[in-house]
T-cell receptor, first 114, second 116 residues
Framework: AQSVTQLDSHVSVSEGTPVLLRCNYS??????LFWYVQHPNKGLQLLLK??????LVKGINGFEAEFKKSETSFHLTKPSAHMSDAAEYFC????????????FGSGTRLSIRP | EPEVTQTPSHQVTQMGQEVILRCVPI?????FYWYRQILGQKVEFLVS????????KSEIFDDQFSVERPDGSNFTLKIRSTKLEDSAMYFC??????????????FGPGTRLTVT
């Protein structure tokens, strides 16, 4: 069965320092992978997606993620954190076996220290 | 930019009552979804809908749930007899199609359902 594991429930970084949010996936086939962000009282917004093209994917707001098949990872990074990045981040897999549903990780809450 | 909208933003209901959660997907999208997130837990898939019928549903989506596209714009989730454990944030989403480029799901802001 396909799944994603977000290794950290909470990450706290200082403004201006790098961000790393970790995600590992489990899939029998090459999956489609996504990162979504949820700001307080807002809907889920797509940050970036991997659909078997380039392994390094660039998203909005300076975020990027690298698909590493050998490590079954899809970690989200940003070189320099901004206060507005404080939010909940979800790693998501779209299973090959499913025509429609997507499977969410448990989420990582990112806090930014001034 | 087109967006998915949901109403109401917060619904409070008594146990045993019926509720209808409403969503307006993006206008040229063909696939529609409902997800829920119980407080402190993962976002869980409930159901997907295409061409006026359910295409996939999870174990959570039992007989007390139903979905409908009553007109050309709305997509609704009905819970017939609410239970305390139905309290959650319910998200609606839509996508353009099923190719890799079209599979991106756009989410609404959610409806917080509180069952008392």
């Amino acid at each position: 069965a396909q799944s994603v594991t977000q290794l950290d429930s909470h990450v706290s970084v200082s403004e201006g320092t790098p961000v790393l949010l970790r995600c590992n996936y489990s899939s029998s086939y090459s999956p489609s992978l996504f990162w979504y962000v949820q700001h307080p009282n807002k809907g889920l917004q797509l940050l970036l997606k991997y659909t078997s093209a380039a392994t390094l994917v660039k998203g909005i707001n300076g975020f990027e993620a690298e698909f590493k098949k050998s490590e079954t990872s899809f970690h989200l990074t940003k070189p320099s954190a901004h206060m507005s990045d404080a939010a909940e981040y979800f790693c998501v897999v779209s299973p090959y076996s499913s025509a429609s549903k997507i499977i969410f990780g448990s989420g990582t809450r990112l806090s930014i220290r001034p | 930019e087109p967006e998915v909208t949901q109403t109401p933003s917060h619904q409070v209901t008594q146990m045993g009552q019926e509720v209808i959660l409403r969503c307006v997907p993006i206008s040229n999208h063909l696939y529609f979804y409902w997800y829920r997130q119980i407080l402190g837990q993962k976002v869980e898939f409930l159901v997907s809908f295409y061409n006026n019928e359910i295409s996939e549903k999870s174990e959570i989506f039992d007989d007390q749930f139903s979905v409908e596209r009553p007109d050309g714009s709305n997509f609704t989730l009905k819970i017939r007899s609410t239970k305390l454990e139905d309290s959650a944030m319910y998200f609606c989403a839509s996508s353009e199609g099923m190719t890799p480029r079209q599979r991106e799901q756009y989410f609404g802001p959610g409806t917080r359902l509180t069952v008392t």
